[in-house]
């Protein structure tokens, strides 16, 4: 992928760091070098998930949800965009009175609206097209692992940020490559991958934040993973780094497990617009 500029804050020139990495000095966003262009429209790098992956997925979408919950504060709808297999928007659905998804994946539409009866709309965000009431309504936007795959990801959260109300909450969720796993692996972590055109970190999420004018209201990491909460991770964690691992244990969310916080692949901010 040829760069010019960063496709997150449009800073030039970026740091070349080696021939599959370029960083932005400016944002902290770092550039996929051998990003490819990828259509998701008859599935992309995403199937419809079998059972044990959909309980997991469903698990995942729980945990984000309790880390927005403590901001709900009468909001009841929430959109998802880039919904996916449709997890969020049924775990939300136990919650909120009101859920709608946004993808341009047809089987995983397909697999949204046949399986879980949940709405979808089959297109890219587009506030035009949302029912006139729920616009109305004290909304949750949540935007979780797509910008990574975009041009131009500010963008799409602009676009977010003029759809919303004041007081309306949006959830980001990207990869980090100041996370565990590519600081361990590098290139050879599964989430830099050619569909991805970045890896984030806490400074590019804080930019977002920043540029589009939201009040944060939570920043932290998090990783989805089977033994996220098992007494072996949370021994192997302790053995690698007691210090660091007591410490986060006393500050730690309540919504966080120590390996959210430790490992950290993830990163988050819950935002809102005043």
Same mark, same amino acid.
């Given at each position: 992928?040829?760069?010019?500029?960063?496709?997150?804050?449009?800073?030039?020139?970026?740091?070349?760091?080696?021939?599959?990495?370029?960083?932005?000095?400016?944002? @902290?966003?770092?550039?996929?070098?051998?990003?490819?262009?990828?259509?998701?429209?008859?599935?992309?790098?995403?199937?419809v998930p079998d059972d044990a992956k959909t309980r997991w997925r469903l698990i995942n979408a729980r945990r984000r949800l309790n880390i927005i919950a403590p901001h709900f504060a009468g909001h009841d709808t929430l959109i998802d965009i880039g919904c996916g297999s449709g997890e969020m928007l049924l775990a939300a659905k136990r919650r909120l009175p009101h859920v709608l998804g946004f993808d341009t994946n047809r089987?995983?539409?397909?697999?949204?609206?046949?399986?879980?009866?949940?709405?979808?709309?089959?297109? =890219?965000?587009?506030?035009?097209?949302?029912?006139?009431?729920?616009?109305?309504?004290?909304?949750?936007?949540?935007?979780?692992?797509?910008?990574?795959?975009?041009?131009?990801?500010? @963008?799409?959260?602009?676009?977010?940020?003029?759809?919303?109300?004041?007081?309306?909450?949006? =959830?980001?969720?990207?990869?980090?490559?100041? @996370?565990?796993?590519?600081?361990?692996? @590098?290139?050879?972590?599964?989430?830099?991958?050619?569909?991805?055109?970045?890896?984030?970190?806490?400074q590019a999420l804080d930019f977002i934040a920043t540029h589009c004018g939201f009040k944060m209201l939570s920043v932290g990491t998090r990783i989805f993973a089977r033994g996220s909460y098992s007494k072996k991770t949370r021994l192997r964690l302790f053995f690698r780094q007691p210090l660091r691992f007591l410490k986060c244990l006393a500050t730690k969310p309540r919504t966080l497990s120590i390996a959210d916080v430790m490992i950290g692949d993830y990163g988050f901010v819950v935002l809102r617009k005043p």
């Open positions: 992928m040829m760069l010019d500029a960063c496709i997150l804050c449009s800073h030039a020139p970026l740091e070349i760091l080696d021939t599959h990495a370029a960083r932005c000095p400016q944002c @902290g966003l770092l550039h996929n070098r051998e990003a490819e262009e990828m259509s998701y429209i008859e599935g992309g790098g995403q199937a089987p995983l539409i397909r697999y949204i609206r046949e399986n879980l009866g949940l709405p979808v709309i089959e297109s =890219y965000f587009d506030d035009a097209v949302i029912e006139p009431d729920l616009l109305t309504r004290k909304k949750i936007f949540t935007l979780s692992h797509v910008l990574e795959h975009l041009e131009q990801p500010l @963008g799409l959260v602009k676009q977010i940020h003029a759809a919303m109300s004041p007081g309306d909450l949006l =959830y980001i969720e990207v990869p980090l490559y100041t @996370g565990q796993s590519f600081c361990q692996q @590098g290139y050879r972590w599964n989430l830099w991958a050619a569909e991805h055109r970045a890896l984030f970190s806490p």
